[in-house]
C-alpha cells in the first residue's frame, strides 16, 4: 500500500543513522508528515512529492571517502528548506564548496554547546546549551554564503545559508540528550518550511481511509487479525473504509494471553459488527512446533502456518482479492532494509508465500505505536485494546525459551496474567511501554513447605519507551515484584523461581527472543 500523501510533508533521505527513525517521529511529534527516502532516490522523484522541507540524516560514512553517499547539488538550488544532521551536514559542507576533515578529537556524548547567531534554528534557545554529539570528521570551513552558527570547544556545531534556507547541525536534535532539540526541528519547520500542524489523528484517519478506499476498490478483503493493537486498528480502519467488503480472520494459534480470545470476538463481532471467522488452530501450530528450540526457526514456522491458516480461509471466503495485516514501520526496519541489519524476523514481512495470492493492504506501515494508538481512539476503539501493550505475533511461543508445550503454554499464561494483573492494580500499566513473562529453560532447586522442589524459573520484564526503537528496564517498586513472585510461585505448578529482567535496548531487545 502507497504511503498517504497529505497535503504537506517533509522528507527525509536516509544515509544509514542509527537515528533516522527518531527523526521521522520528532518531525511527526511536531504535526508534520515526515517519510524516510533513500539517499539516492532520484531528484525528480523527491520533487514530485512536493515537500515542504528536506533532511538529510547521519550516517557511519565519510564524504571525503571514495564512493560515499551523496546527494546532487541541485537538491540544494530547488527553493526548498533543507536540514542536514551530523553526515547531513558535512555533506551540505563538501558538496557546496566547505571543507571536511577528520576531526584532532573526537566528540561523542553530551557536549557543551555556544550559540553564536540566535536566528534560524537557535531562535528562542538559550546561548549555551548542552548537546548530543556522535562524530569523528568535523567542518572545517563553511561553504560560500554559509556562516557558522554555534560550535563547542573544538568544532564548528551549526551552520546556515539564510538566503537559501539551508542549515546544518553537527549535533543529534532527535535524541532526547538533546534536551532543546525539539525547538530546533519546530524552528526549521515552522518558520523555515512554513509547515501548519495538519498531521492529526482527524487527518490521519481520514487519509488512511481514503488511500484503502483507492486501492480496494469494490474488492473482497480479509484481514489478518491477531488481537494486538496493530492488527485491531487496522481492522477498524478497513471496515471503516469498506463496511461489509471486510472479513476478519481471527486465528487463535494458542499463543494468547489468558481471556484476550473471548475479548477480541466480543469487541469485532458484537460491538463492531464486524464479519469474523474465529479459527481454532491451535493444535497445528502445537505440532509444528514440536521438538523446535531455536528461536528464528519458531518464528519462520509460525508465520509460515499463519499463512497457511489465511490461504485456507481465504478460499472459503470467494473472491477475496487483499488481505489486511497490521504492520507498524518498526517491524520493517528490524526485519531488513537497505540501511538496517535484520534482528529478527517478523512474521508479516516479507513472510506470506507467494501461492498467497492476495495484495497487501498495510494502512498502519508507515505509522510508529503511538500514532497508532492514536489513531484505533480516533476510530473508537476500546482503551483496553488501543492501550494494551504490544504482543508479538507468534504470542507466548516467542516468550517460552525452549519448547512450546501445552503444559508450558498454560504455566507461561497463568504467569503473564498475574504480572499484568499487579501491574494494573499498582496504578502501573499506561506507565510501561511493555510488560510480560517469560518462561526460561532452566529449572532450579526450591523448598515448598517440607519439600524439595525442582521447578522452573519465570523471569519478568518490563520496559519503558516511547517508539520500540531503544526502552530501559522499568524500576518497578520492589512490593510490586514482591506480589508477582509470590502469587506466581503460589499459584502457578511448577514455578518455584521469579526473576527480573534489567536488561535495557540496546544491547539487549525487549522481547528475549
Not at 538559550?126 to 570551513?141: F, Q, Y
Not at 507461561?412 to 499506561?430: F, N, Q, S, T, V
Not at 522442589?453 to 519507551?465: D, E, H, K, L, P
Request: charged share 25%; glycine share 8%.
Amino acid at each position: 500500500m502507497n504511503s498517504p500523501q497529505p497535503e504537506e510533508m517533509v522528507v527525509v533521505l536516509d544515509f544509514g543513522a542509527q537515528y533516522n527513525q527518531l527523526i521521522a517521529r520528532r518531525i511527526r511529534e511536531c504535526r508534520v508528515y515526515c517519510e524516510i527516502l533513500p539517499h539516492d532516490t532520484p531528484l525528480e522523484q523527491i520533487l514530485a512529492r512536493r515537500p515542504k522541507g528536506i533532511v538529510l540524516s547521519g550516517g557511519p560514512s565519510s564524504v571525503y571517502e571514495e564512493n560515499a553517499p551523496t546527494v546532487p547539488p541541485e537538491i540544494f538550488e530547488a527553493g526548498i528548506p533543507v536540514l542536514g544532521i551530523c553526515y547531513g551536514m558535512q555533506l551540505m559542507a563538501h558538496v557546496l564548496g566547505g571543507k571536511v576533515r577528520p576531526g584532532e578529537q573526537r566528540e561523542y556524548g553530551r557536549t557543551d554547546l555556544t550559540v553564536l547567531d540566535e536566528r534560524g534554528l537557535f531562535q528562542g534557545l538559550n546561548p549555551r546549551l548542552i548537546a548530543w554529539m556522535s562524530h569523528g570528521d568535523r567542518v572545517e570551513e563553511v561553504p560560500p554564503g554559509f556562516v557558522p552558527t554555534a560550535r563547542t570547544g573544538s568544532a564548528l556545531a551549526a551552520m546556515a545559508d539564510y538566503e537559501r534556507k539551508l542549515f546544518g547541525v553537527q549535533f543529534h536534535p532527535e535524541v532526547v540528550h538533546t534536551p532543546w532539540g525539539m525547538e530546533v526541528f519546530r524552528n526549521f519547520l515552522y518558520q523555515q518550511c512554513q509547515c501548519s500542524e495538519r498531521w492529526t489523528p482527524a487527518s490521519v484517519v481520514a487519509q488512511l481511509v481514503a488511500a484503502v478506499r483507492e486501492q480496494v476498490g469494490k474488492a473482497k478483503v480479509a484481514c489478518a487479525l491477531s488481537g494486538g493493537v496493530d492488527s485491531a486498528v487496522t481492522a477498524a480502519l478497513v471496515h471503516r473504509a469498506v463496511g461489509d467488503q471486510l472479513t476478519c480472520v481471527f486465528m487463535d494459534h494458542g499463543f494468547l494471553r489468558k481471556g484476550e480470545a473471548e475479548q477480541v470476538v466480543q469487541t469485532f463481532r458484537e460491538n463492531f459488527h464486524v464479519n469474523l471467522i474465529h479459527v481454532q488452530a491451535q493444535k497445528r501450530f502445537l505440532d509444528r512446533l514440536a521438538g523446535v528450540t531455536d528461536p528464528e526457526k519458531k518464528r519462520r514456522i509460525i508465520g509460515e502456518e499463519y499463512a497457511a491458516v489465511l490461504e485456507e480461509e481465504s478460499r472459503k471466503l470467494g473472491e477475496v482479492q487483499f488481505l489486511a495485516q497490521g504492520t507498524l514501520y518498526p517491524d520493517v526496519i528490524e526485519s531488513g532494509t537497505r540501511q538496517a541489519a535484520r534482528i529478527k524476523t517478523h512474521h508479516n514481512v516479507g513472510g506470506l508465500p507467494e501461492t498467497l495470492k492476495l495484495k497487501l493492504v498495510e494502512p498502519v506501515r508507515y505509522l510508529f505505536k503511538d500514532e497508532v494508538r492514536a489513531v484505533g481512539e480516533e476510530l473508537g476503539l476500546p482503551g483496553e485494546i488501543v492501550w494494551r501493550h504490544p504482543f508479538p505475533g507468534p504470542g507466548l511461543a516467542i516468550r517460552i525459551l525452549g519448547e512450546v508445550t501445552e503444559e508450558r503454554l498454560e504455566a507461561l499464561r497463568e504467569a503473564d496474567a498475574i504480572i499484568i494483573e499487579e501491574i494494573m492494580a499498582a496504578g502501573l500499566y499506561r506507565r510501561l511501554f511493555q510488560a510480560f513473562g517469560v518462561l526460561a529453560p532452566v529449572k532450579s532447586v526450591g523448598v515448598m513447605g517440607d519439600q524439595r522442589t525442582y521447578g522452573n524459573t519465570v523471569i519478568v520484564r518490563a520496559v519503558t519507551s516511547d517508539d520500540a526503537m531503544t526502552a530501559d528496564w522499568a524500576h518497578l517498586p520492589y512490593e510490586v515484584l514482591g506480589r508477582m513472585s509470590t502469587r506466581i510461585i503460589n499459584e502457578v505448578q511448577g514455578v518455584n523461581r521469579v526473576a527480573y529482567d534489567i536488561s535495557s535496548k540496546p544491547p539487549a531487545t525487549i522481547e528475549w527472543e
